[in-house]
C-alpha cells in the first residue's frame, strides 16, 4: 500500500513540474493621481525545453488586466488585447511602452512613482509567479497617436 501511495505521489509531483520561467526589469508606470489605467513591463525568459505562454495577469492595482499589444492601424498605433503572450523556448520576450504589455484597467488607487505593486503572472502550463513590481516614471510614446481598442485577437 504505502508503494502504491508513494509512486501515486511522485507520478503527481512530477506531472505539476512547472517550465522555468525568469522575470528580469518589471516596472508598473506611474500615473497622475485620477488616471484610470496603466500597464506594467518586463522581460520574461523561457529557459525550459518547451514552448510556454503568459495567458493571463492579475493585481490588487486594477479591476482588470488584459495582456495587450500595439498595431499600427491606417498610421494610427491601436493597443489591442491579445489571448497570450508566446513565451519559445530558451529565449527572452520584452514586455515594453509600444509593444506587446499587460494592460491594468480600472486602476484602484494612484500608482506614484516608488511605491510597489502586487502581480501575479499565469502561463499555460498552470504555474504562477507572484511579483513585487516597483513603480516608475516614463515619459509617453514620443509624439505618437494610440487610440485604445478592446479587440481580441490572438497572436
Not at 489605467?37 to 488586466?65: C, H, P, R, W, Y
Not at 494610427?76 to 529565449?91: G, Y
Not at 513590481?133 to 516614463?138: A, G, M, Q, T
Request: zero cysteines; proline letters at 4%; hydrophobic letters at 40%.
Amino acid at each position: 500500500m504505502k508503494k502504491v501511495l508513494l509512486s501515486t505521489i511522485l507520478l503527481l509531483s512530477s506531472q505539476l513540474a512547472t517550465a522555468e520561467v525568469h522575470i528580469d526589469g518589471a516596472y508598473a508606470r506611474a500615473v497622475p493621481p485620477g488616471q484610470m489605467n496603466s500597464a506594467t513591463f518586463m522581460q520574461i525568459t523561457n529557459d525550459d525545453e518547451k514552448g510556454l505562454s503568459l495567458v493571463s495577469a492579475t493585481s490588487d492595482a486594477a479591476k482588470n488586466v488584459e495582456l495587450h499589444t500595439h498595431i499600427q492601424d491606417n498610421g494610427v498605433m491601436r493597443m489591442r488585447q491579445i489571448n497570450e503572450i508566446k513565451l519559445p523556448s530558451d529565449q527572452k520576450v520584452t514586455l515594453q511602452p509600444g509593444g506587446m504589455h499587460i494592460m491594468m484597467i480600472g486602476l484602484t488607487r494612484n500608482l506614484h512613482a516608488g511605491e510597489h505593486i502586487n502581480l501575479s503572472l499565469t502561463f499555460s502550463d498552470g504555474s504562477q509567479k507572484s511579483l513585487q513590481v516597483p513603480v516608475k516614471k516614463i515619459m509617453p510614446m514620443g509624439g505618437k497617436k494610440m487610440m485604445h481598442k478592446h479587440a481580441t485577437t490572438a497572436e
